[in-house]
């Protein structure tokens, strides 16, 4: 490759080189000189020596053998001084170059140690050289600097730049050069052409009909001339991450060498063969379980019943999760009609063997009598409190008559205890009417029922409730759905694994949008067959003998939909889908191979595990809260739902039991009266006050969670590493004139951003250089610069047109430049294609508005992206000097560069901006954002993600129970502030869950732009802007939960005065604010006529109304606001000081002082005014001195046992009743204050 060629040396002889460096780098020159093939039509040698003045050895055309050429090279001097490379190579072009003979091969070895002295003039010889088809090869040593031998030798470095680590190294570079250069031995080299191009993917936007670059569009391959494109448009090119397909069975592989596939892999075989196994020894648990159940839902003859007797009733009692596990207590109840009512009766079977009234059970028994109680209407059950477990939380009483429709409902939902609640071993219920309308009342009952019924896995092992979804029958739906969801598993686990999906990293997880879509296609698959297998078995009918259904004498018709032999399909269906699933998830598992197959089990265990833990929990106890506030109707049958009337035929024919009490006097009539009544009062309060401090509880707890979630939100110490980078880069002086802002740039800020010494004057390693000068800042991408032109001439007036000749227009959206240039802003040709200057909109740069100090300016401009990959920094800003890049139609400068601080793993947007107004000036102004880019790192950032996955659940809790107050409520909730700040909440709380996932799902595609495209500037405004919109959200929301407390804490009277008096005068208080506003609103319309001219503070109406506004508040003074000391502007001052702080604020003073004293004075007579709990605020008053007066008694027993104490000690004690009696007395002087 160099057989016939003009070959110039440039030396560096300068003083950082040595004498005996110099003489290494000659005697490389000679072993090159060797390998070369010398003569006068083959290779000619010339030699140039630099320092600080350029010594030309020879020329090319003066020797034409090796051995005068080396005898010269080697006599070349040593000099000394300074290093000048630039004019070096002016020599090269201007003396040595000319003497080349034409259509020869020219290049220039450029040797050098360190940075050239005219970096300028380097720069531009090296362009010239480059233009005219020279090829500059760089020899870099020891200290060379890296980006100027980058800029001046030719592309691509791999072929013309060899940098070395020092100057011996020169020994072993010149054979290893020349291979290099030539791609082989220079003696058996081939010459051979190649055409490369630049393929860029674009997309049609049918909007405006133009071709865009996308990134949505990827090379795939590349297949003999046929290029192969990927595309995330749905349809378009026919491929699309929005549709995964399923992976398919090669059968034709799969079956070949079977025997020896399940050898190598029999993991997923395993697995199915242990659920099955599992479910066949499940199946015999549950059988007998299911019998245990069957038994325990027939219904128990009373003990007292009279066989013969003609009117039945069935009564099934629901216990709580919180009773004893079995009541050792008689239980009795009392039925009453229209027509009549039942004699105490003992809930307790004629065999006396049954276990009665368990713990989260529902205990049935049949009731006979001879009388005709008519429509139930009232519920008396209480027990006689005997025995050591005699504590029973009664959930419900349901009662039926056997026929059809005719099922009574009587909610207790409290305690039957002598030590629990209000202390009341009897209830006296009455049939619910007005509860199946109460939202809290259907959900309790209801989550009871639903909890241990729809999620399938927890109802295997408790059934408190009747159903006819036998435990084996779910055994088998669930074995078949987690057959069927594997199978769906499998389907998509290794589908479309070429398309590249972004997701977001969670510690050792990673969530895609592949998993999301995993899990809907499971969903969706799943879905249908659990639903109709679910159907199947909750509506088919028993087989049964019509004889076991005796009611009275009357046979009892199932009211199940469905024929009984319709459970034989579903048990069919489950077979089936439980024997295809294990069929084709075995076939997966041997195409995988047993390496996929193992990670497929592992995510397969792991996402049931989180279903079966976390999310089918929460989806019954929404899906209840639904039923519960919006179908109340549906919620009703399912409260009702009682168990067929079988009757347990063993206990017929038995006669009555002795060992019973059939008679027990009910309780409720007897009347307390003095202590014992002050006792239950006192209890009752108690209740009262506990359910109060619960709610305070929860609106804590609301507060703690929110404190959780905003705590991630603040960066600690981001204003420092903000404050530090603004330091580090701003300008030392103000800018004057557009000079100022380039040098601001070349001495400043680009050494900064790209440093290439260390503080010692020593050079960084390419490692080293790859941060900012204070070496934590990593540089992510390239400077951009953005600049903002307007078009065209402004008016002059005709006057002066003979006078001036030339104006710039204000910035404005018709005067905004949007056309393409050349590099010095002439009108654009072909001739600068590539090179010159073109617009890009805002949705181009991803760049949002920003706001200056005296205008707003668009995203939009004219960009250059420095990347100092590609060419060296300071060129390209020395080139854009020369150009007048920065002109007198220059509106808007911005300079941008993103940061990572690798020690806080903060990312940060540098923003420098620079405003050009018509007005003249040059305004620089700075901006840092600063974004956690990394939010989940620690384990405390795993607890705040706990945290924002339950405010999303908590936040469609709140909406729905709010729904059903508001609609509960109507008119009367848009009378509520409280009612306004909880609909708000709910608005922005579902505001910030929207902006979260938007961040995530941004943060996620951004970081992998940062990290995949060195050389591209990316910005995460968006981030930001989600981000910020997400903690304003959450914060107005944590401010309205903690103002929340002051409306439970308005048992207080001080609390409840400022809470009813500002709710009462609200109306007043708007009424005011809109006459405050009108008013404000024209002191700022006639100070901005007046001043708008002389005073920054009231530049246009907006400024000025924020500036009045301010002043009325006392946050501005006079000489804040700037005002001139002037007459008019004092008349102005005064006039509105007058009005709005002496008349309006006193105005308002008064309207709040009014509602407190209509408060104060009929809060107890007025029916308008919520009345103030006295009875409550002096019962918590009493329960503060009681608590005090408890640790002084225990102190005063404690004392008993202490030895007299005498001196000193005595006096103590005597102090120390002083004391008490001192407290006890101020105890009641509170009490009596509050009690009046």
């Keep these: 490759c160099i057989q016939q060629s003009e070959v110039i040396f440039v030396l560096d002889a300068s003083g950082s080189v040595t004498a005996p460096s110099f003489g290494e780098m000659k005697d490389f020159v000679v072993a090159l000189v060797q390998l070369m093939q010398i003569g006068p039509e083959q290779v000619r040698i010339g030699l140039l020596v630099f320092s600080t003045t350029p010594s030309v050895i020879f020329h090319l055309n003066e020797f034409t053998d090796s051995a005068t050429i080396i005898t010269n090279i080697l006599g070349a001097n040593y000099t000394g001084g300074s290093t000048y490379a630039g004019a070096a190579l002016r020599e090269v072009r201007t003396a040595m170059l000319p003497l080349a003979r034409p259509d020869v091969q020219r290049l220039v070895i450029y040797l ?133 397909s399923p992976e398919t069975i090669d059968f ?171 202390t009341k071993t009897y209830r006296q219920l009455y049939c619910a009417q007005t509860e199946f309308k109460d939202g809290n009342t259907l959900f309790t009952s209801i989550t009871r029922f639903r909890l241990f019924d729809e999620h399938l896995l927890l ?47 969670i510690g050792p997880m990673k969530v895609t949008y592949k998993q999301v879509y995993v899990g809907l296609m499971t969903s969706v698959m799943t879905f249908p067959v ?100 919006v179908f109340k109707g549906f919620a009703r049958k399912e409260i009702e739902i009682m168990a067929p009337f079988y009757v347990d035929d063993s206990q017929l024919g038995i006669g009555l039991s002795s060992n019973v009490p059939f008679y027990n006097k009910w309780p409720g009539d007897n009347k307390e009266t003095g202590a014992v009544a002050e006792m239950k009062r006192r209890l009752g309060l108690d209740q009262k006050l506990s359910k109060l401090f619960q709610g305070i509880l929860l609106e804590l707890l609301f507060v703690a969670l929110l404190s959780i979630i905003c705590s991630h939100f603040v960066i ?139 205008d707003k300016y668009g995203g939009g401009g004219y960009v250059l992206d420095l990347n100092p990959f590609k060419r060296d920094v300071k060129y390209e800003i020395l080139k854009l000097n020369r150009t007048n890049w920065i002109d007198k139609q220059t509106r808007f400068i911005s300079i941008e560069n993103v940061i990572l601080n690798v020690n806080t793993k903060l990312f940060s947007l540098v923003t420098f901006m620079v405003e050009i107004p018509t007005t003249g000036g040059y305004y620089l102004r700075s901006d840092v954002l600063t974004s956690n880019l990394y939010p989940y790192i620690n384990a405390w950032d795993y607890v705040v993600l ?49 902006c979260y996932i938007a961040r995530i799902d941004r943060t996620i595609v951004i970081v992998e732009d940062i990290f995949n495209s060195a050389g591209t500037f990316v910005s995460f405004e968006l981030v930001q802007l989600m981000d910020d919109i997400n903690k304003a959200c959450i914060g107005v929301v944590l401010f309205i939960a903690i103002l929340n407390l002051l409306s439970s804490l308005s048992f207080n009277y001080y609390l409840y005065m400022m809470k009813t008096s500002i709710g009462l005068a609200k109306v007043d208080i708007l009424s005011f604010a809109l006459l405050a506003a009108i008013i404000l609103a024209a002191f700022s319309s006639f100070t901005y006529i007046v001043m708008g001219g002389t005073s920054y503070q009231f530049r246009d109406f907006f400024n000025t109304f924020g500036t009045l506004f301010r002043m009325m508040l006392a946050m501005v003074t006079f000489r804040d606001a700037e005002m001139t000391a002037n007459a008019q502007s004092n008349v102005i001052f005064s006039f509105f000081i007058f009005i709005m702080t002496l008349l309006m604020v006193n105005v308002f003073i008064c309207i709040l002082n009014d509602a407190f004293a209509t408060v104060k004075s009929s809060w107890n007579t007025n029916k308008d005014i919520e009345p103030f709990d006295e009875e409550l605020n002096e019962h918590f008053w009493w329960k503060v001195g009681q608590a005090f007066t408890v640790c002084a008694s225990s102190s005063d027993a404690a004392s008993k046992y202490k030895p007299e104490p005498s001196g000193v000690d005595q006096d103590f004690k005597q102090l120390d009743e002083m004391i008490g009696r001192l407290f006890k007395r101020t105890t009641n002087t509170f009490e009596g204050r509050y009690s009046h």
């Design 716 to 854: 600690t110490n981001a204003y420092l590493q903000n404050d530090q980078l603004i330091k580090q880069l701003q300008p030392l002086k103000k800018i004057n004139v557009t000079n100022d802002i380039w040098n601001w740039m070349f001495y400043k800020y680009l050494p900064n951003i790209y440093p290439r010494k260390r503080y010692n004057d020593g050079f960084m390693s390419p490692e080293e250089r790859k941060f900012t000068s204070d070496e934590i800042s990593f540089r992510m991408g390239p400077i951009r610069l953005r600049q903002i032109r307007t078009n065209g001439i402004c008016d002059i007036p005709e006057i002066m047109e003979n006078s001036v000749h030339q104006c710039s227009p204000d910035l404005l959206f018709d005067t905004e430049e949007k056309g393409n240039f050349c590099p010095d802003w002439t009108t654009y040709n072909d001739n600068c294609f590539g090179s010159g200057f073109t617009y890009m909109s805002s949705e181009e740069t991803g760049t949002f508005t920003k706001f200056g100090e005296y």
């Design 459 to 505: 109802s295997l092992f408790g059934r408190p409730s009747f159903s006819r979804f036998s435990r084996v029958q779910r055994l088998y739906c669930i074995a078949s759905m987690m057959s069927l969801s594997f199978l769906a598993s499998a389907m998509f686990f290794k589908a479309d694994d070429t398309v590249h999906i972004h997701g977001v990293s």
């Design 112 to 244: 050098a140690d360190g940075a050239s002295a005219d970096t300028i003039l380097l720069y531009d010889e090296s362009d010239m050289l480059k233009a005219s088809g020279v090829e500059i090869v760089g020899v870099g040593i020891r200290s060379y600097d890296y980006q100027e031998f980058q800029t001046v030798t030719s592309d691509p470095d791999a072929v013309y730049f060899f940098p070395v680590p020092d100057f011996s190294a020169l020994t072993d570079l010149s054979t290893n050069m020349i291979k290099q250069m030539c791609g082989g031995l220079w003696t058996n080299l081939t010459s051979n052409e190649i055409r490369a191009g630049k393929l860029s993917m674009y997309a049609l936007n049918s909007a405006d009909n133009k071709w865009e670059r996308s990134s949505d569009i990827k090379l795939k391959a590349i297949e003999d001339s046929t290029v192969v494109f990927e595309s995330n448009f749905f349809g378009t090119f026919g491929v699309s991450i929005m549709a995964i």
């Design 946 to 994: 706990a945290g924002q996955i339950f405010f999303v659940l908590l936040t469609f809790i709140r909406t729905v129970y709010f729904t059903y107050e508001a609609w509960k409520l109507k008119s009367k909730c848009f009378r509520s502030i409280t009612c306004w700040g909880t609909m708000l909440s709910i608005l922005l709380s579902f505001t910030a869950v929207a």
């Design 530 to 629: 659990g639903f109709l297998m679910g159907y199947i078995f909750r509506n088919r009918r028993y087989k049964q003998n019509p004889k076991d259904l005796l009611t009275g004498g009357i046979i009892t018709k199932d009211n199940a939909k469905l024929p009984w032999f319709f459970v034989f399909i579903g048990y069919g269906i489950a077979g089936s889908t439980l024997a295809s699933g294990s069929f084709f998830t075995t076939l997966y598992s041997i195409q995988w191979g047993s390496e996929t197959s193992t990670d497929w089990i592992l995510s397969i265990l792991f996402g049931t595990t989180n279903g079966i833990m976390f999310f089918d929990p929460f989806k019954v106890l929404f899906l209840s809260l639904i039923v519960a506030l």
């Design 252 to 422: 034709d592989e799969v079956f070949t060498n079977f025997d020896d596939k399940i050898a190598d892999n029999p993991y997923v075989i395993a697995m199915n063969c242990i659920l099955l196994a599992g479910l066949a020894i499940g199946t015999v648990i549950m059988r007998k379980l299911d019998l245990e159940d069957k038994r325990l839902w027939q219904y128990k003859p009373l003990a007292d019943n009279i066989d013969s007797a003609t009117f039945s009733y069935y009564i099934s009692v629901h216990t709580g999760f919180w009773s004893n596990f079995q009541l050792s207590s008689t239980p009795y109840i009392i039925l009453k009609g229209w027509y009549g009512e039942t004699m105490c009766r003992p809930l307790v079977d004629k065999a006396g063997l049954f276990r009665n009234l368990m713990r989260w059970r529902c205990s049935n028994f049949l009731l006979k009598t001879d009388v005709n109680l008519g429509p139930l209407t009232e519920v008396k059950i209480w027990h006689d409190n005997a025995g050591v477990n005699k504590s029973l939380f009664l959930d419900k009483v349901l009662i039926s008559t056997g026929k059809l429709g005719e099922t009574y409902v009587f909610f207790c939902n409290d305690w039957l205890s002598d030590s629990k609640g209000d």
